[in-house]
């Protein structure tokens, strides 16, 4: 596997966005290296990332943009990412954790949970913890959340899935990463590393198209699909904000990522078997 060079003098912190070739993702980036920031794409496709990367170089005039394949379906792919950030030995500023999937039909990973959740989920939250050590004072971790959240609750077996549903295990897995991001925010608050998550809406992309299920969503909440462009917004918002703990949407909103809480037992049971399964692949203190 051959992944971009180093840069010869790398002196600003890297923002790290996963899934940086998919609409958001791409978007993102964009802004980011328009910014003159030290964008590192994150993603499965390492050809499609370098293709955009050079790109990006040469639209955005920013010479530092750099890619690393990540596959976020096991934890061991996610531990050799990590191994290949560390040997460019640059800090990070913002880990963009934009990636995930929908899958329609389940599969289980080869970590033995439905691929889904370990996608959008667990591999997301050993992905930033196992970058904590590289994000600089001051650094931020943004998690992607989804409207779906609103829809569903946490099943007592949870991370494991009894009956997958594609939208239900979606749902259920952006929940999780919600819940667990009130977590984060609080134990990262003495390090000054903020933790918030980012509401981008119901945007019209390839994937959301797909499913008539978000498009009733979106009549529920009597708002017309968005285009990507907007959606971005809230990332930008996040990335600026010095707050942690909150869940960005739209130009202006922001809200208490504490108000997803409603019931304190799932809360505490889903961290504690979180922690548990992450930290089997965690280095040793």
């Known amino acids: 596997m051959s992944d971009n060079k180093n840069l010869d003098s790398p002196v ?40 955009y990367a050079a790109q990006l170089q040469v639209q955005t005039r920013n010479a530092d943009i750099q890619c690393l394949q990540l596959d976020l379906s096991s934890f061991d792919m996610v531990k050799d990412f990590i191994e290949r950030l560390k040997a460019l030995n640059r800090p990070i500023a913002a880990l963009v954790n934009n990636a995930g999937t929908l899958p329609r039909h389940s599969r289980i990973s080869p970590d033995g949970f439905e691929h889904t959740i370990q996608v959008n989920f667990l591999s997301t939250v050993l992905l930033s913890m196992l970058a904590l050590p590289m994000i600089v004072e001051g650094g931020r971790i943004i998690m992607s959340t989804s409207i779906s959240r609103r829809f569903v609750s946490l099943p007592y077996e949870f991370p494991a899935v009894a009956h997958f549903t594609q939208i239900g295990a979606y749902a259920q897995a952006k929940l999780a990463l919600t819940l667990f991001s009130i977590y984060m925010s609080t134990t990262l608050k003495s390090r000054h590393v903020s933790v918030n998550c980012v509401n981008p809406g119901i945007i019209n992309t390839g994937v959301v198209a797909l499913h008539r299920w978000l498009d ?6 009597v708002n017309p699909l968005h285009d990507p462009q907007a959606g971005v917004v809230p990332t930008m918002r996040a990335l600026e904000s010095s707050d942690t703990g909150f869940i960005f949407e739209g130009s202006n909103g922001q809200i208490k990522t504490s108000t997803m809480l409603k019931n304190r037992d799932v809360f505490i049971k889903l961290c504690n078997d979180t922690m548990r399964i992450i930290k089997k692949h965690l280095p040793e203190k």
């Open 12 to 51: 600003q912190p890297l923002y790290v966005v996963t899934g940086a070739t998919d609409s958001m993702g791409s978007l993102i980036a964009r802004r980011l290296a328009e910014q003159g920031k030290a964008v590192l794409l994150a993603c499965r496709d390492l050809e499609k990332a370098q293709n």
């Open 216 to 221: 009733r969503a979106a009549d529920y909440i």
